[in-house]
Nanobody, 118 residues
Framework: QVQLVESGGGLVQPGGSLRLSCAASGSIHSINVMGWYRQAPGKQRELVAIMTSVTSGGSTIYSDSVKGRFTISRDNAKNTVYLQMNNLKPEDTAVYYC?????????WGQGTQVTVSS
């Protein structure tokens, strides 16, 4: 079992920045994918950014809507994944969920609210 705890959400003005963190604990496999998804009211959950483990090359995938504005990173020693979000837009408002996949299993955090509004 893997437990994920997110932090760092909040209210920010358009053009501002936030940094989300997700700490993983439990039995974590060295080969996995960690990342972020989001769900806005009335919409389906969508991928924001994911990153493979160092042992798998540390590859990243971003949704087109956040490319150039968001950056995903990992601290493997701390089993933590981060999402640096810059130049935030009102359409980035959503609940952001941390996700970890390994060995065919998928785990989710409880979500953290990000609201972009003036």
């Amino acid at each position: 079992q893997v437990q994920l705890v997110e932090s760092g959400g909040g209210l920010v003005q358009p053009g501002g920045s936030l940094r989300l963190s997700c700490a993983a604990s439990g039995s974590i496999h060295s080969i996995n994918v960690m990342g972020w998804y989001r769900q806005a009211p009335g919409k389906q959950r969508e991928l924001v950014a994911i990153m493979t483990s160092v042992t798998s090359g540390g590859s990243t995938i971003y949704s087109d809507s956040v490319k150039g504005r968001f950056t995903i990173s990992r601290d493997n020693a701390k089993n933590t994944v981060y999402l640096q979000m810059n130049n935030l837009k009102p359409e980035d408002t959503a609940v952001y969920y941390c996700n970890e996949e390994e060995l065919g299993y998928e785990y989710w955090g409880q979500g953290t609210q990000v609201t972009v509004s003036s």
